[in-house]
């Protein structure tokens, strides 16, 4: 009777392993989503390093608004910080085939987002009389109290300082919306897709209003380039998502394999679940009874596998049972 390993037991890779064919593709694939996030995230660090010599160029006092601004959307954190949650929790569930789990909570995500960003709009909207001030940092408290000439506090709080606020209150929801669905789409291992939407929109959206807002010396427009590739985004990851669903409600009704391997760790676990009570393709006792028996060969090749591997690091020729 198998009663479990007595050692630890530690198979070491070969060179001829390391060299495989198999090896060499995951290496590229995890260089090639890790070369993906990195375009992202070089993206948006452009645009805000674009921004702020931009508004420096312009003047103290926009540069100083655009600060202001900043630290208002940035106590508003908690729609945010859903999407790094799910970038931690989607994985796993995405990669154990657990998709129903994944689309329910990646749905619950995407609404919690969107409460929490729009209870940040009204709470904006409530204390829009506050809020600038409230939020102002001592650096600039010591540019009002020491530095700050009438035309720089024209440019910080002047003209039109309200139509930036309103502005940046009614799209706190698309703020939450780019920070959650590119997250689960890094979960869904969509990599590609996100890098090449934050490409296009830093280069066809931001660069043009940028530039154009520069030229004319507007506030405004610099404040609408940071936006319009937000907006790209949320857009763009939601359509792309909803494509995964729809192609994985086209594999859970057998029209689509999603590219599992016979034996690896995704087609094992369907078939353990489909074995504790889930029926076959044809919702019949006898695909089921194959399912199960599926399930037994792989439980077995995978003892098999331990066995062999208890002789390969037994050469005294003692057997571990």
Sequence with gaps: MFKGPTARLVPLPSRAALR???????????AKSGAAMMVATLTAQAQSTATTQLLARMGTGLQYRATIVG?????????????????????????????????????????????????????MAVFYDSAPWTFASSKICSLLEHRCSVPEYEELYGNDFRLTYWIEDILQP?????????????????????????????????????????????????????????????????????????QGDAEASGQRDYGREPGSVNEGLADYRRSRGGRGPEGTPTAERGNRSRTQELARGRYSDHRRAAELSDPLGERLV
Aim: aromatic share 14%.
């Design 174 to 246: 698309i703020g939450g919306l780019a920070g959650i669905l590119p997250a689960c789409l890094y979960a869904a291992q969509d990599f590609d897709f996100v890098r090449n939407i934050s490409a296009a929109g830093l280069v066809l959206l931001f660069a043009p209003l940028a530039a154009l807002g520069y030229h004319l010396d507007s506030f405004l427009l610099l404040q609408l380039a940071g936006w319009a590739p937000a907006l790209l985004t949320a857009v763009g990851c939601a359509w792309r998502l909803r494509r995964l669903w729809q």
């Design 20 to 30: 495989s064919a198999e090896t060499t593709r995951l290496a590229w694939v995890a």
């Design 71 to 123: 630290r208002i959307e940035g106590n508003f954190w908690l729609a945010g910080i859903l999407g790094f949650l799910f970038r931690l929790v989607g994985p796993k569930y995405f990669g154990a085939d657990l998709r129903g789990l994944f689309w329910w909570v990646a749905g619950l995500c995407v609404k919690g987002s969107v409460v929490l960003a729009g209870v940040g709009t009204i709470t």
